[in-house]
């Protein structure tokens, strides 16, 4: 029995142990994460005030992506609230707008699980048109005993990750929207100048493209040098058409229209361009032309021919296939209504 009563101490002494700790342990801490987003303030304020777009980037969405959520008043407004309820990684709680102006916004977080508290969260915003500073704060208020636990870990760091990893996700989701991606690929719209190309051209077999355009461009880099001229770009292939037999120029750019004995010279006029920095082996790149196809349909353009191709990097330099960057350039022109008539 004396175990008994050993244990019973222990227990009792634990228990006044942690209810002295308790009492002075602190309650209240204060958490800030910051970031800089690339992106106007506007866009990252309505981000960060509407609870229906924050849901996009909340780093707890992906906790429980099934927990249930309720929506009241008018979101991004004063009053406007969201509820929550998910599982233990998420708990229970709402969150309401409090105040709300062009730099700063403030929530009341009211949790109800897995501990009952009630704190204030912040957004405070600044910068320019061009990056936003945003940062992040709440202050918990930890109950008994949850603020004795706090005394023996880390608080900012354990509760700051998720901060992190928010501002992360918010960082991605303006990305998104401000530089969409076509089968994952980033698309560039800007203006060639006028280019010359010296090669050559001709209909070829598709399966006979490597070995055509490994030899001529090999003949037009000995043209340069034999009139003393250096490269106006990387060596590039033109393709005027794509099917069993490709109407293609293994060429490489030249800085003015000149005379060559054997070789043509071909004028490329300044237009709008789409272009595509592609990295890999040149197997995958039938993706990114797709990327092209689905962005001009998108905003219904058309492609003035030739599509170039032009391969920065020089596989006799890097072995590394996946290193290999190639720009994938299409210029093209708003469709006319014949056109898309035709279509």
Not at 184 to 204: A, Q
């Amino acid at each position: 029995m004396k175990i008994l009563k050993y244990l019973l101490y222990t227990a009792l002494g634990l228990a006044v142990l942690i209810a002295l700790l308790g009492f002075f342990a602190k309650k209240t801490y204060h958490i800030e994460r910051s970031i800089d987003i690339e992106a106007p303030r506007s866009m990252v304020f309505e981000a960060v005030s509407q609870f229906k777009n924050m849901e996009k980037w909340s780093p707890w969405t992906e906790f429980d992506p099934s927990m249930k959520k309720t929506y009241s008043g008018t979101d991004g407004t004063v009053g406007a609230s969201f509820t929550w309820e998910g599982n233990e990684d998420v708990g229970s709680g709402t969150q309401t707008l409090q105040t709300i102006s062009p730099d700063r916004i403030d929530y009341r977080l009211n949790i109800s699980e897995p501990f009952k508290s009630d704190f204030p969260v912040s957004f405070l915003l600044s910068g320019d048109d061009k990056i936003t500073h945003v940062t992040w704060t709440l202050d918990p208020v930890l109950p008994f005993p949850i603020n004795v636990w706090a005394m023996f870990t880390d608080v900012d760091e354990a509760m700051g990750k998720d901060y992190e990893r928010g501002l992360g996700n918010l960082k991605k989701h303006i990305d998104a929207i401000l530089h969409p991606k076509y089968r994952g690929f980033e698309i560039v719209e800007t203006k060639r100048p006028l280019m010359f190309y010296l090669g050559k051209r001709e209909v070829v077999d598709t399966a006979d493209i490597q070995p055509y355009y490994a030899t001529n461009i090999a003949k037009a880099m000995e043209a340069l040098k034999k009139a003393n001229l250096k490269p106006f770009g990387p060596p590039s292939g033109l393709y005027w058409t794509w099917d069993t037999t490709t109407d293609m120029a293994a060429a490489i750019a030249i800085e003015k229209e000149q005379v060559f004995d054997s070789l043509q010279v071909f004028r490329i006029d300044s237009s709008q361009a789409l272009v595509i920095n592609y990295t890999g082996a040149y197997g995958g790149m039938a993706e990114a032309h797709g990327a092209m196809d689905d962005y001009m349909k998108k905003f219904n353009l058309e492609n003035v021919p030739p599509v170039m191709e032009e391969y920065v990097t020089a596989p006799a330099n890097e072995p590394d296939t996946t290193k290999w960057l190639t720009r994938v350039i299409y210029m093209v022109k708003p469709k006319t209504a014949a056109a898309q008539t035709k279509k």
